[in-house]
């Protein structure tokens, strides 16, 4: 079946532009995450979303960074007015439940702010 | 505060060695650990799992050693082959998303 897929692979942005990364994660999978990866660095958790709970945004690290979910589908994370140092690889990630621990990655999206 | 990190940044092994790739964390809290492989221009794939209360775990051709006492765990690989070549992160589910270390490069040798 088909994994997670985000879009797009890469998006070169002019630094002060909004930018929208979207992420389709596994068919029935309800616990959704996004997560950012700086050049050599781990991964760093931005937002979580189970199901119709409110979600998890304790590692947005601004309020230019905000992410919706649809139901149980499609989550575009947003940045507003980006800089440099958002620089980075934004993965998302999928589960079945927030209790079934393994995540299924998807290829991410190279962010580049110019 | 609480962190998930790898002793060493970068390991070369020769293919058909073993690799051991190590992990120390500091939330005590935590009950479940994957290691995940990454390879380049790729999301992170999950390789093996290990709970809490247990200290080791096998799969094919990897194993991972978990030691409580020191909140250190360790990946190994048999055989390392040239495919085995990615970065290899530890990550715990103290919380509800999974903190990630920084990552350990393998370089496989021919």
């Known amino acids: 079946g088909a994994g997670v897929s985000q879009s797009p692979s890469n998006k070169v942005t002019e630094k002060g532009k909004d930018v929208e990364l979207r992420c389709d994660p596994i068919?029935?999978?309800?616990?959704l995450y996004w997560y950012r990866q700086r050049l050599g660095q781990g991964l760093e958790f931005l937002i979580y979303f189970q199901g119709n709970s409110a979600p998890d945004k304790s590692g947005l690290p601004s309020d230019r960074f905000s992410a919706e979910r649809t139901g149980e589908s499609v989550s575009t994370l947003t940045i507003q007015r980006t800089q440099q140092e958002d620089s980075a690889v934004y993965l998302c990630?999928?589960?079945?439940?927030?209790?079934?621990?393994?995540?299924?990655f998807g290829p991410g999206t190279r962010l580049t702010v110019t | 505060g609480e962190s998930v990190g790898l002793h060493l940044p970068t390991l070369s092994v020769q293919e058909g060695d073993n690799s051991i790739i190590n992990c120390a964390y500091s939330n005590s809290a935590s009950d479940y650990f994957i290691w995940y492989k990454q390879e380049s221009g790729k999301g992170p794939q999950f390789i093996i799992d290990?709970?809490?209360?247990?200290d080791k775990r096998q799969g094919q051709r990897v194993t991972v050693l978990l030691n409580k006492t020191v909140k250190h765990l360790s990946l190994q690989i048999a055989a390392t082959q040239p495919g085995d070549s990615a970065v290899y992160f530890c990550a715990d589910t103290g919380r509800r998303a999974l903190t990630f270390g920084s990552g350990t490069r393998l370089q496989v040798q021919p």
């Open positions: 068919s029935g999978h309800t616990a």
């Open positions: 990630a999928s589960s079945l439940s927030s209790a079934s621990y393994e995540q299924y």
């Open positions: 290990i709970r809490s209360n247990m």
